[in-house]
């Protein structure tokens, strides 16, 4: 099974964490259920996943009130980094919102990047 890594900014916050809190139990509850789904089935294909180019991938989940929400996410080894999420409002997924998530991705893997090569130094 994968595990869970939410995206955390320099300064600490954990931005996907805070919003997902926000949500009502019952949304939380069936993102949390799909996102399990997903850790236990890596790699999964739609209608749950979709891959959206670049290495991100959304959980796509029927939440309470006939709203949609999303989780975008990448692999990163024996994990999944959940780098966004958000209530679906058009067809297509938000163009700053893709943006976000490729830039939070870039971040985590720089970050990855520069532990190792501390790792590697006497």
Do not use: H
Not at 61 to 83: E, H, N, P, W
């Amino acid at each position: 099974m994968l595990s869970v890594v939410f995206f955390r900014t320099a300064a600490g916050n954990e931005p996907v964490l805070d919003w997902l809190r926000n949500l009502a139990v019952d949304d939380r509850r069936i993102l949390g259920e799909d996102l399990r789904t997903v850790q236990i089935g890596w790699p999964i294909g739609m209608p749950l996943c979709r891959s959206l180019g670049a290495g991100l991938y959304e959980v796509r989940s029927d939440i309470t009130d006939k709203r949609i929400a999303r989780l975008i996410f990448f692999q990163s080894g024996d994990g999944i980094v959940i780098v966004e999420g958000f209530i679906k409002k058009t067809q297509a997924t938000p163009k700053d919102v893709l943006d976000l998530a490729r830039k939070r991705k870039s971040e985590y893997e720089q970050a990855e990047r520069e532990l190792k090569k501390r790792a590697k130094k006497p």
